[in-house]
């Protein structure tokens, strides 16, 4: 079963820009979808947005027209591009496969001044 290492979190200030990183132990080239999640403190888990292997994107209102997914097939690897981030942002973010498959330990991403 594939797993997905992410990185990239840490803590910026509102308005400022992060861009994540998750690497697959697989070829994405077997899995379809991928999606960003995360899980905001006292929080369920949730789909922030999704690419397909033709590299079409779907995103949450809330993330619209400031995030942007993207994926290299050939590195096996997806990101995820922050931008004007703010505080309601602040979350463990996770990558994974829809369906979920085995889930990593995510990367912090926590937005204050």
């Known amino acids: 079963q594939v797993h997905f290492v992410e990185s990239g979190g840490g803590l910026v200030q509102p308005g400022g820009s992060l861009r994540l990183s998750c690497g697959a132990s697989?070829?994405?080239?077997?899995?379809?979808?991928m999606g960003w999640y995360r899980q905001a403190p006292g929080k369920q888990r949730e789909l922030v947005t999704t690419?397909?292997?033709?590299?079409?994107?779907n995103y949450a209102d809330s993330v619209k027209g400031r995030f942007t997914i993207s994926r290299d097939n050939a590195k096996n690897t997806v990101y995820l591009l922050m931008n004007s981030l703010k505080p309601e942002d602040t979350a463990v973010y996770y990558c994974?496969?829809?369906?979920?498959?085995?889930w990593g330990q995510g990367t912090q991403v926590t937005v204050s001044s």
């Open positions: 994974n496969s829809l369906p979920a498959a085995r």
């Open positions: 697989g070829s994405l080239l077997s899995i379809g979808v």
């Open positions: 690419i397909n292997i033709a590299g079409t994107s």
